[in-house]
Each structure stands twice: as C-alpha cells, then as structure tokens.
C-alpha cells in the first residue's frame, strides 16, 4: 500500500513552461488526503520557491528543497545539511577559474547569492527557482555556510567542468544533473539520502513509497523506492534506474499515474 508520494518538479511535476495542472492537482490531493498518503516535493528549487508555486496548502506537504539538502514542513526545517563556507568557496573559485563564464547560485540559509554581473535575463532565470536571491561582487566575501551551490553553464560544458572539482569529490557529493547544471551539496547528502531520512521519521518503508524523476539526480531518488517511476522525457540512465516508465511532464503524467495507483487502493 502506498504512504508516501515523492516528486521531482522541474521536467517532472511541472510542464515545459514551469507551472502544473492546477484543475487537476485538488483531485489528486484530496485522494492521497482521505487516503492519509504524505506527499513530498524533492527538488532543487529553493523551499521558498516551492511554497510560492503551491501557496498556503504547501505547509502540509514535506518540501525536500535546494537539492533535497533541507526539509520543511508546516514551516519550519526539520533537517539541512550544509557545506562548510572555507570548502564552498574553494569549489567556487574553482569553477569560476576553469570556465568564467558560468553562473554560480551560492545557496545558504538565508538565500541564494548570485554575482552582480549577471545579466537581467539570467537573474529571471534564477528567480524561477528562487524567491531569495541577492546579488554580490564577490562570493570570497560571504560568511554564511552553504546549503548548496549550483553551476549553470549555458554552453552545456558541466560533463567536461565536473572532473576539476576532483580533489573534492570525498567531501561533497557532486553530480551533473543535465549538461547545463552542475549541483553541489555536503558530502552524501542527496535525494536518496533525504528521502531515507524522510521515509525514517514517517515509519515508511520502499514498498510503501512511490517516487518520480526525470534527472541524473533522480537517480538515487529511483533507489528509495519500490514504486520508482522515470518521465518518457527524463534520460536514459534515469529510467533504467527506475522499475518503471511513465508519461511526460507535459501529459501531467505524475498526476495521472498518481490517480491510477491511488484508485486501485482505495
């Protein structure tokens, strides 16, 4: 029987424009409600950003936010892991010296951090996933620790950008989730992780979990679970980690498939 519901979002739960079906999304919440199921969100949107995409009713759900390196529920975090400053701001240098040209998102507790110098079109971009954003001159500046840091490579050059951060590969977990992105948390701290730390503390095994993804990232997120399902659209290592395959994120294809198993069970 299923207990606990975990989604991706972007390429997942959300559509090609970064919204959901929302005529459709109150069925599928009052189903998992009178069947007690807790719903989940895993993303590396800001937890923030999750709350003003989903609104008030996002307090009942458990956010795994900034790359599942946090949890909140009813508004307040439950867990987070961080990178220590010293050791975020010699993988930043690191980047930004191999290939200047990429964006760097430095998430702390208090919000994402982006350099000044990026333009109004990027900082649009960033705001989709954060409602937090400051810009600074300089990242060898900040004081905060790091919940996360991300590297946005327009060019899609992260799969060449990753192996020069491998003197740190033992004290974080770094993974390129699309050619474009590369994300950046605390050393084994992933949605695999988190979810195990989530499915602990609701008593809930993998037998009762059933999760989506569509990213390299998803991967360990497909591991948790013994009802794992990859989007058509996400990539091919993702889905041959998962047990099964179902629609795209433009078919609203989580929700549909949410309604199916959910109506067997009741």
Not at 20 to 26: A, E, H, I, S
Not at 128 to 148: E, G, L, N, P, W
Request: charged share 20%; net charge negative.
């Amino acid at each position: 029987m299923i207990k606990l519901i975990i989604t991706d979002l972007d390429g997942t739960f959300l559509n090609s424009h970064g919204d959901y079906n929302r005529q459709l999304f109150p069925t599928v919440r009052r189903m998992m409600q009178v069947q007690g199921v807790a719903f989940a969100l895993c993303t590396g949107k800001q937890c923030e950003r999750v709350e003003e995409l989903f609104g008030s009713q996002a307090r009942d759900f458990w956010i795994l936010g900034d790359s599942a390196t946090r949890i909140k529920h009813q508004g307040e975090y439950v867990y987070q892991s961080l990178i220590a400053n010293a050791l975020g701001r010699e993988m930043i240098a690191c980047v930004e010296a191999v290939n200047p040209e990429v964006v760097i998102i430095a998430c702390t507790p208090v919000g994402a951090f982006v350099r000044a110098s990026v333009s109004p079109d990027m900082l649009q971009k960033v705001k989709m996933s954060y409602a937090k954003v400051t810009q600074v001159a300089d990242f060898s500046q900040m004081q905060h620790d790091f919940v996360k840091i991300s590297v946005f490579d327009i060019k899609g050059r992260c799969p060449q950008i990753k192996p020069h951060l491998a003197p740190w590969f033992d004290k974080a977990y770094i993974v390129v989730s699309e050619d474009a992105w590369i994300d950046i948390a605390d050393a084994g701290v992933h949605k695999g992780h988190t979810v195990e730390i989530l499915q602990k503390q609701l008593k809930v095994s993998a037998e009762e979990t059933l999760v989506f993804g569509d990213g390299l990232n998803d991967i360990e997120l497909m591991t948790r679970a013994t009802w794992s399902f990859a989007m058509r659209n996400g990539f091919e290592e993702t889905k041959r980690a998962a047990n099964f395959i179902t629609g795209t994120n433009d078919d609203d294809a989580v929700m549909t498939t949410i309604i199916r198993l959910l109506s067997l069970q009741a």
